[in-house]
């Protein structure tokens, strides 16, 4: 089946850094969405990705869909401590509209 | 405007036993979701509802997973009998309609330990 592999698996980073993450796939995937989860509660979505290219910033968030369909990465800037929590992309098909998730990058914020 | 709702958000249970986890979706939402999250990985979809009806039950293990959704509102997911490696997060979530299953919701999960 389809796989996302997603990097890096975790991260340690002082407050105030900027944070990269990425995720790539051997298939192609028509959207491209990042999630966060928190301890003790479902993903939450953070950001859509709907074209090749496309560049999507939510606040700190910005997140681009990689023009191979492949791949999309997501950058955080500033980092405060609440960013703390796992983060993980999805991709979407529309094969049924079902997500196929990354085994998440888990972040950790000193303050 | 309320969420999805879970319950119960803690089971533990000996091998070989049976468990119900229920899932209520957002109101008016006709997909409905159920993935399972073992610790350190990604949820991976179980079986998805379009109001009473199953889209997709490919990866869901048939043999001791069930899953109804009668009245295409609230939804029923069952193991029997459980092993060892069903210990994961059983997260429910919805989304407006199958066309719409970019945004979906998900609720904060049934927490299974099987000992």
């Known amino acids: 089946g389809q796989q996302l592999n997603q990097s890096p698996q975790s991260m340690f980073i002082q407050e105030g850094e900027d944070v990269s993450m990425n995720c790539t796939s051997s298939s192609i995937f028509n959207t491209w969405l990042w999630y966060k989860q928190e301890p003790g509660e479902g993903p939450v979505l953070l950001i859509a990705l709907y074209k090749a290219g496309e560049l999507t910033s939510n606040g700190r968030l910005t997140a681009q869909f990689g023009i191979t369909r492949k791949d999309s990465f997501l950058n955080i800037s500033a980092s405060i401590p609440s960013d703390v929590g796992i983060y993980f992309c999805a991709g979407n098909n529309n094969a049924g509209n079902m997500l196929t998730f990354g085994g998440g990058t888990r972040l950790m914020v000193k303050p | 405007e309320a969420g999805v709702a879970q319950s119960p958000r803690y089971k533990i249970i000996e091998k070989r036993q049976s468990v119900a986890f229920w899932c209520n979706p957002i109101?008016?939402?006709?997909?409905l979701y159920w993935y399972q999250q073992i610790l350190g990985q990604g949820p991976k979809l179980l079986i998805q509802f379009q109001n009473n009806g199953v889209v997709d039950d490919s990866q869901l293990p048939k043999d001791r997973f069930s899953a109804e959704r009668l009245k295409g509102v609230d939804s029923t997911l069952k193991i029997q009998p459980a092993k060892l490696e069903d210990s994961a997060v059983y997260l429910c979530?919805?989304?407006?309609?199958?066309?719409?299953?970019?945004?979906?919701?998900f609720g904060e999960g049934s927490w299974l330990t099987v000992v």
């Open positions: 109101s008016g939402h006709a997909t």
């Open positions: 979530a919805s989304s407006l309609d199958w066309a719409d299953g970019n945004t979906i919701y």
